[in-house]
């Protein structure tokens, strides 16, 4: 809101500079934004707060800087010459709905329409409303000084001379002053008239009675509404007004009066016309006024310093409040523009803001109790650091997605209802897609080709009980693309499923839990979404919990992505690494291992776990570790068959193994093996 | 016999000088010491046909000449070895100056780097982190929080509805409030940060419709403004150093009274005033004040007893978005940059 430092000065004398009257008025809670000009043509640029619609006026801003400099705020200049008949006699107004407009006030006055005077204009024009005629810019102008919204009707334009204050009829028809043709519908208030509508209550005035070059005589209504029924009304019909914007937040219940009588005066001060005898006051539903109790205790208590009692009943009676003789609560009476303040806490913050926030010294509170992270936090952080120095970038993708859902067995999908657009209507089921997919094609536009991305984040709509548990759930999305990590001295390797599923093998390691089970894709719900033979689902955790999986692409996603290359995705629910058990340590060896080979030719389809299986249950108990140390598929190896090298070690924690012990296991195990149809190479 | 000798000793210094390598000294030790057909070997044997006297002193200088020769060969060998070392060392010569083999190496989000220094800070002042839903219901998000249906501060928070269940997705972690007192552990003492996502429908350069907030909260006996003010002054000065002021001022939120914006000096122009700061010299870097009776009262309506009783205790509150944090501390001016996952943008974050 603009505020022009000389219009300020017709109410409050002051002797700080401009830019010190601007930090002093931040300071109490009138965050001045910007300053036009200098000295007495400088306009203040005040972003007021929504609770303080009593400054949103300069005669409130004035009261502000009285407050603020100890100064005395002069009253607004409303004494009027009444002349002609009785306006009661030329004007009728009924209020037929109370609970939309508990008062309602008018004016009749003998006006010469014209253009205002200069100096008239040139407040205006400082805080950027045009001047059209000298009646509607004073309406504007009591608007901005001090704050209620008027409408001027051109008497003679409206039927019978008479209006009802009513709620619009269902389908009624009304052109507005911005020229626009509204039906209305709903709970709508309008000022009526003997037939038809005149304006929208406290929104807008009509078209068809506005003053104009030939109007003589003006009816001019000030009113109070209901402030819920004008933020309802303005938000239904889209249409947001200076006059909507003050009275849905609460205007003075005591100024329309006062501002009928401040633009009489005006009026006649500049030679434009005179007022008919009488107010015409319909007060149908009073306001009731509001006392609250202050206990100056209790300003100690919440500021944590006290405050000098003669400071602070000068600060509440400088801003209008009543307050009660000294004792243990004051009863304050709350003035009727500040209907912002029910409550002693109401009146605590006042003092607080023009004592000052920076006089309160700052105290930190002791801590009582030991906190630190939760172990699901200490995990998060620890998956992301693990991730990160594994060579991922975390990216962070938007919650909402198209209405494309993500792949595996669909949970329900949480729709908005009022989202930004057809592409953010969803909420994302899955990070991988097209979260993980949608940050991958950034980057490849961007020339980009090896692409390592994870994030950790929540996903939606999985199939949680309403509205106790939130359905929503951790997840983290891997992603990797183009070729692994390399060096100039070796040659590069595309990424592949190894590479992801080791990122799932390496977190299981540093967590400290079992090593996931990888198992085939299972069911109708991955066709065309990963790769059939080059993806893994991991067995789930506890039944019922939703499908982790970790895999190539699938080509035919790949093409309608339109990329080049198939990415490798996984997504796994971070739960699967909650710290293991705690680690008891196993006394180390004190007899030497003994190692051996075994290379095991078998049909390509078979699974290396199956033979390191069948190794494992022929083995005995000697046996310490197993794992495959290679894979080979070319001569002499027959086609259709794989030749995979085992290593084994074996050893006892409580004497050195004698080459018998190991060579009968090693026969077992040849056997065995043998007895399934493999062969054994080299033996 | 002596001059044998003599006219040897002479040879074998000649040829030892010569000899270039390993192999060469081998031949000249087996020339003179070989056991079969060594030259000082043989006349050893020799020495056998010569008389009593004559044989002593010529003994005595066929030892002496074979002592020379053995020093002489081992010191050759000593220095021939050492020799194919240095040349050993200078064929395995590297290219110190091509790159080194590095561990993959990735980057947390700025975002989360940012956002974990603000809960270190607040950890060591003793707060426990709370992790609140991101799909919220009305009661949550504004009800509880002084914010009733058709009030007008709703009108500040433009809000996702979901199309089923009555549901929203929240607008700020201040939801975190009132889920923190309804399940408090040990009521009614409080000392939390809420960190999380939130939403709102606004799309410009200085709005995401998804961005990050903490939210924090302190309740107990005899909390006060004055307690806002250190905790926040601390919390401030460590994360942006104690060089920088801060400063106080009156606000409005609905869930607070007295609220209070806190203004930061301009980290760019050191308060001077620039365009970062809007030639303030201030930062606006976070709101909060002291918690609203009708924010417990509320709560203890739910609760369906008084557990915070607004004449017993009183709180602070206060928020602050990560995003803002981030773009003051790495003078970022537009904030879709966090969410666009461009990594020319990411990889400038060592993580
Ligand atoms: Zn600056």
Redesign the interface.
Known sequence: MKVPIGWLREFVDFTAEVPRLADDLTLAGLAVDGIEGKGDDAVLDLDVTTNRVDCMNVYGVAREVSVLYGSALRPLPVDIREEGPPASGAWTIDVEAPELCPRFCGRVLDVRVGPSPAWLRGRLEQVGVRPIDNVVDLTNYVMIEMGQPMHAFDLARMPEARIVVRWARPGEKLLTLDGQERTLQGRIGVIGAARGALGLAGVMGGASSEVSDSTRTVALEAAYWDPPSIRRAAKALGLHTEASHRFERGADPEAPPVALARLAHLLAKIGAGTARPGLIDRYVAPRPRTRVSLRPGRITSVLGAPVAVSESRRILSGLGFAVGEPSEAWTVDVPTWRGDVTREIDLVEEIARHHGLGRIPSTIPPSARVEGLRPTQRRDRKVRELLAGAGLIEVITYSFVSVDGGPGPAPPLLRLANPLSAEQAVLRPSTVFPGLLSALRTNLRQGRHDVRLFELGRVFGLDRAFPEAAPEELRLGLLLAGRAPGHWSAAARAVDFYDVKGLVELLAIRFGVPRPDFQPLAGPSWDAVLHPNQSAQLAPLRPGRPTEYVGLLHPDLVARLELKEAPLVAELDPARFDLGASIRVRALDRFPAVERDVAVVVEAAVPAEDVLAEIRRAAGPLLREVQVVDKYDRPPVPAGRVSLTVALAYQDPARTLTGDEVQSSVDAIVAALRARGWDIRGE | MKDQVRALREDFDRELKAAGDASALQALRDRYLGRKAGAITALMKALGALGPAERRVAGQELNELKTHVESGLDAARDRAASDSTAQRLARERLDIT??G?????????P??AAR?DL?DIF?A?????F?G?????DYHCFEALNMPA?H??R??QDT??????G?L?RTHTSTGQIRYMLSNP?PP?V?IICPG?V?R?D?DITHS??FQQIEGL?V?K??????L???I??FLHALFGAQFPV??????FPYT?????VDLGCVVCGGKGCRVC?QTGWLEIMGSG?V??AVFEAVNARLGRVVYDPEEV?GFAFGLGIERVAMVRHGIDNIRL???????F??QFP?
Do not use: Q
């Open positions: 091509l790159p083999r590095r561990p993959p190496h990735g980057r947390r989000h975002l989360t974990e809960e950890l002042m003793g707060y426990e982190i992790d839903p991101e799909v919220e219901d058709d007008p501060a009108d500040m996702f509805y979901l199309a089923e269940g549901l997705l040990h003492d000392r996502k939403y429908r799309d419709p998804m302190v107990g005899g909390i006060t403004l004055g307690d003010k250190g905790t002054e601390a400063r106080f001022r009156p606000s409005y009274e007295p609220s209070v914006e809007k002291m609203h009776p009183t966090f969410y666009e996952n461009d990594l020319r990411l990889e993580g």
